[in-house]
C-alpha cells in the first residue's frame, strides 16, 4: 500500500491550511480544491459555497478546476462536463481533467444504461488521462468501464476488464481512492 503525508499550504503565502478551508486565514486568499482526494473531506453546504465564492466567469484554470469538482460532487453533471472541456481546450496536458470528464460523461449512471458512441468517448478520456500520467484510479475506472459495458452486453474490447484492474493494483490504486471514485460513480465491488 502506498501512503503519503502532504501538508496543506495557500498558494498565495505558503501558510498552513486545513483540508476545509475555503479562504486562508492568514492572507484572506480564497483556496482551491485541487484534487478529487480532497473532495470527500467537504459537506454539499462547502462545496456551495466553494462555488459561490468562485467567480462564474473566471478563466483562471484553478478557478475552473475547483468549481467543476464540487459541480461534480453536487451531481450537477453537463456544467462540470462542459467546464472540464473548457479546461482541455486551455491545457491538453491536464491527465485528471481527462478523468474527471470521463466521469463526469457517467452523469451518475452506469456504463450499461449509456450509448456505445458515449461509453466510447469515456474510454477515450480515460485513456487520454493514461497517456498523460499512469495512475492506478485511471486503470481502475477504465476497468469498471469495460466491465459494466462491453463485458456485460457480451462485446469484445482490447483487452479484458480484469487486466486494467490489475494494472491498477500494480500502480497502487489506494482503497481511499476507491471509497472516492464510488462517492462519484453508481459502483458496487466486483
Partial sequence: MHYS???LRCSSCGAPIEINQ???EFCGSRLH???FRS?????DDMLREQISNNTKNSKDILDL???ALCLLKLHVFKQAEDIYRSII????ENDECFFLLSVALLEGRKPFLHKKNEVDEMTRCIENAILLK???IYYLFYSYLI???YEKKGMRYKEKSDYYKTKSLELGVSEGDRKILQQFIDWEEW
Fill in 5 to 7: 503525508i502532504q501538508s
Fill in 22 to 24: 475555503v479562504k486562508c
Fill in 33 to 35: 480544491i485541487t484534487s
Fill in 39 to 43: 473532495i470527500p473531506f467537504f459537506t
Fill in 65 to 67: 478546476f475547483s468549481r
Fill in 89 to 92: 481546450t486551455q491545457n491538453i
Fill in 134 to 136: 499512469p495512475s492506478g
Fill in 147 to 149: 466491465q459494466d459495458y
